[in-house]
């Protein structure tokens, strides 16, 4: 494990009465793609905001590289952002917005030229130095605004929903590229988004905010598969939440429980009950066929609904559709499921 | 019967085009512009001094007599002036536009708002004379510097040719104070425009970038302002470059553009020199837009 390089201690932010973060302590390490993941108003943004110095804490302590920076202005930070509008200054060319930070810093002209020319290549945009950013498209404004943070070699590079305005097919371009230039350039990136499969996708890790607090850290597979509270079990993936009665009668104990619906499948004739599974009956109350997959409402005995997921491996819409208020069997492994909450 | 006259010109899109557009095109190209045409060609006219006819023949002997120094001095002073109350309202407008667009917090934004516009509900005439009341010899200013005893200082100030005179009310430095004041709001208002235009992701992200907020401003929020500052000063350029009030109220003896076209068309019914005399603010404020446009202050639009 690296060092820890990024440390929030107890940060607060409070905007009046509301608690926009509340009491948060996290530790990135240096080199990671750190993902901090939730929905609107969860603090993710003004938790990034604090570490690049555009908001200060009401309480706590932020640390970059040993030192406090609680306090610093954002140009003394060693950190650089991407935000979620580019924010390219509209009244100089693209080679002007990139070398921007090396032009306070004072470095000479020729020298500037020449960086901007290997951050072009890099965020593969050579030639369009001379060009206005009305000049280029969405994909190509952001590439310039994370040319424009990286010239200035920042120890951490935080990125605000920088996908936001893209449409699909170019974010997943994106996320690819951003993986790639992260790996190239070795540096710590704190990525914030709203999207868990943007986030499940890129990170080494994830942080999974909720009303201003952070509710699990952890790898994308430690998050999806052990989710550690009912918020984090719904909001990466979806998941099946079982709770009280019905959670008693499948796994003895009434501990709210969330189970994955792919996880899930139903028992053909032939299937035995092995020790390492949970069993649920049902009825299948509705079907819908996706494609790839096909998606099942089971409704069990004595209540409660539960979510399958099964692959159409060999299975057309016919096949699927015709086990509809049908009885089925339900099983999976007893180590797929996750005890959330108390 | 509504709903099909709705169908008929929603079908026809140039036609409630055409018909929104008229009116201000007839306005402007008939009233507007014909009568800056009327003017030029007045302005190739002369006046029979022996008879006091107009005589409708064309010649420039009349722009002869524009260019005579007496003339060129009055267009200069009026210039210089425009300069003068431009600028100095860019310095005063500025500060409090800032304030407006970027920090002020709604409410305030308002009210702020209001104060500006407020005095353009009043008569300009009426706010005039108010001045007329501050700067005369018995007036506020000369009360306040005897109080302070200053006023041997602005006595000693008025004693300059160029920019005194009797009294602060009959000098150019009073009709310099006056135009500030009334065109003032000119300035503030585009200058705020443009200012709030500017996203403050920007702001952020030049001090990201390692700007301090000196190195930001002059980087990025004075280029972003400047066409707002360039409309404003077009109007206070331009509006003090015509006016023929305050001159008259608070001039000494010698003339501004406004006040010769006045004398020239009112008092000695010199109809083609006054003509000739407007022809001069047209041409000043063609200079000033295209050394504007040097500048870059249409670039944005």
């Known amino acids: 494990m690296s060092e820890s390089v990024i440390l929030l201690k107890n940060v607060s932010r409070h905007f009046g009465e509301v608690k926009a973060v509340d009491n948060i302590d996290l530790e990135i390490e240096d080199g990671e793609f750190f993902s901090m993941l939730g929905p609107s108003g969860s603090g993710k943004t003004t938790c990034l905001r604090m570490i690049a110095g555009f908001d200060r804490p009401t309480i706590g302590q932020i640390i970059l590289y040993g030192q406090e920076v609680s306090n610093l202005p954002p140009y003394e930070r060693p950190v650089n952002t991407v935000f979620q509008d580019y924010a390219l200054f509209p009244h100089m060319t693209i080679e002007e917005n990139i070398a921007y930070g090396l032009m306070i810093k004072g470095v000479p002209k020729a020298e500037r030229a020449k960086q901007v020319s290997d951050m072009l290549d890099l965020v593969r945009l050579p030639g369009f130095g001379q060009r206005k950013p009305s000049q280029l498209s969405g994909g190509q404004r952001q590439r310039v605004a994370l040319a424009r943070a990286l010239i200035n070699h920042p120890k951490v590079l935080l990125l605000d929903e920088p996908l936001g305005a893209l449409d699909l097919k170019l974010r997943q371009q994106m996320q690819v590229e951003l993986k790639t230039i992260q790996r190239e350039v070795g540096i710590t990136f704190i990525f914030v988004t709203h999207d868990q499969e943007e986030a499940l996708t890129m990170s080494d890790r994830i942080a999974v905010f909720n009303e201003g607090r952070v509710e699990q850290v952890g790898t994308p597979a430690d998050v999806y598969e052990h989710p550690s509270t009912p918020f984090v079990a719904g909001f990466v993936g979806t998941s099946n939440l079982v709770a009280g ?6 796994t003895g104990s009434s501990r709210q429980f969330s189970v994955r619906p792919e996880k899930i ?14 069993v649920a009956d049902g009825t299948v109350r509705d079907v819908i066929y996706l494609g790839l997959h096909t998606r099942y409402l089971v409704e069990l005995e004595g209540g409660g609904d539960l979510v399958v997921v099964e692959q159409n491996l060999n299975t057309t819409s016919m096949d699927v559709t015709r086990i509809k208020n049908q009885k089925a069997r339900l099983l999976w492994k007893k180590e797929h499921i996750s005890y959330v909450g108390g | 019967m509504l709903n099909r006259i709705s169908t008929y010109f929603y ?21 507007y512009i014909g009568s800056l045409i009327t003017l030029l060609i007045n302005s190739f006219f002369y006046l029979d001094g022996f008879t006091g006819q107009v005589v409708h023949q064309f010649t420039l002997q009349t722009y002869e007599k524009l260019l005579i120094p007496t003339n060129l001095q009055i267009f200069l002073r009026s210039t210089v002036m425009a300069i003068l109350v431009t600028l100095a309202c860019i310095v005063l407008g500025f500060p409090l536009s800032y304030y407006m667009a970027r920090f002020a917090p709604p409410r305030m934004k308002t009210w ?45 100030y008025l004693s300059h040719e160029t920019i005194g005179g009797p009294s602060l009310s009959v000098s150019p430095t009073g009709i310099f104070l006056v135009f500030v004041y009334i065109w003032l709001p000119y300035m503030i208002v585009p200058i705020q425009t443009a200012l709030e235009r500017v996203p403050k992701s920007l702001i952020e992200a030049s001090g990201d970038l390692g700007a301090t907020p000196a190195q930001t401003f002059r980087t990025v929020l004075l280029p972003l302002a400047f066409p707002g500052v360039i409309a404003g000063s077009i109007f206070t350029f331009s509006l003090t470059l015509g006016d023929f009030i305050v001159p008259q109220l608070f001039g000494t003896s010698s003339f501004y553009i406004g006040k010769a076209v006045l004398t020239y068309q009112g008092t ?11 022809m001069g603010p047209i041409f000043i404020m063609i200079a000033y837009l295209l050394i504007a446009r040097k500048l870059g202050a249409f670039d944005a639009l």
Do not use: C
């Open chain 1, 245 to 250: 009665e019905v959670a008693q009668r499948i």
């Open chain 2, 11 to 31: 079908l026809r899109p140039r036609l409630i085009l055409a018909l929104f557009l008229a009116p201000p095109l007839i306005w402007f190209l008939v009233v």
């Open chain 1, 265 to 278: 499948r139903l028992a053909k004739a032939d299937d035995k009950i092995e020790k390492d599974m949970f």
């Open chain 2, 268 to 278: 000695s019914g010199n109809i083609p020199l006054a003509a000739a005399f407007t």
């Open chain 2, 112 to 156: 702020l708002y209001l104060a500006v516009t407020l005095p353009l509900w009043t008569s300009y005439v009426v706010r005039v004379y108010s001045w007329k009341l501050i700067l005369a010899q018995e007036g506020i200013i000369s009360w306040l510097a005897r109080i302070i005893h200053l006023d041997g200082l602005l006595n000693w």
